[in-house]
C-alpha cells in the first residue's frame, strides 16, 4: 500500500505563493486518484483539489488560484498555491485511492499526516 508524506507548509504573507508537495513511497502514486484536503481551526476537513483519470478539478475557493500536478517521475503530487489568503490557512492532506475519484473524505483509503500553512495579513 502506499504511504504519503506532505511537505512544503509554512508561513506566507497575504497574496504570496507556495507549493505543498505530497511524496509517495510503496506504491505507484499514478495509480491513484489524489486529493487535497485542508483543516482550519474549528473547522471541518474540505476538499481542496484532485487530480485522477478523471482529471484535475477544484474547489470553487481555489479555482483559479491553486494548481495541482503530478511529477511521476518523483512519484509525487504537487499543490500549487498563489493569491493566497488568510482564509486559507489550514492544515493541508493529500490523500490517495486505487478505486474512486472524489470531493468526499470518505473515498479516499490513505492519508499523509498533513503540513499546516499559514498565510498572514
Known amino acids: 500500500q502506499v504511504q504519503l508524506v506532505e511537505s512544503g507548509g509554512g508561513l506566507v504573507q497575504a497574496g504570496g505563493s507556495r507549493t505543498l508537495s505530497c511524496a509517495a513511497s510503496g506504491d505507484t502514486l499514478s495509480h491513484y486518484a489524489v486529493g487535497w484536503f485542508r483543516q482550519a481551526p474549528g473547522k471541518e476537513r474540505e476538499f481542496v483539489a484532485g487530480v485522477s483519470w478523471r482529471g484535475t478539478y477544484y474547489a470553487n475557493s481555489v479555482k483559479d488560484r491553486f494548481t495541482i500536478a503530478r511529477d511521476n517521475i518523483k512519484n509525487t503530487v504537487y499543490l500549487q498555491m498563489n493569491s493566497l489568503k488568510p482564509e486559507d490557512t489550514a492544515v493541508y492532506y493529500c490523500?490517495?485511492?486505487?478505486?474512486?475519484?472524489?470531493?468526499?473524505?470518505?473515498?479516499?483509503?490513505?492519508w499523509g499526516q498533513g503540513t499546516q500553512a499559514t498565510v498572514s495579513s
Open positions: 490523500a490517495a485511492d486505487l478505486r474512486r475519484a472524489g470531493t468526499y473524505i470518505n473515498e479516499y483509503d490513505y
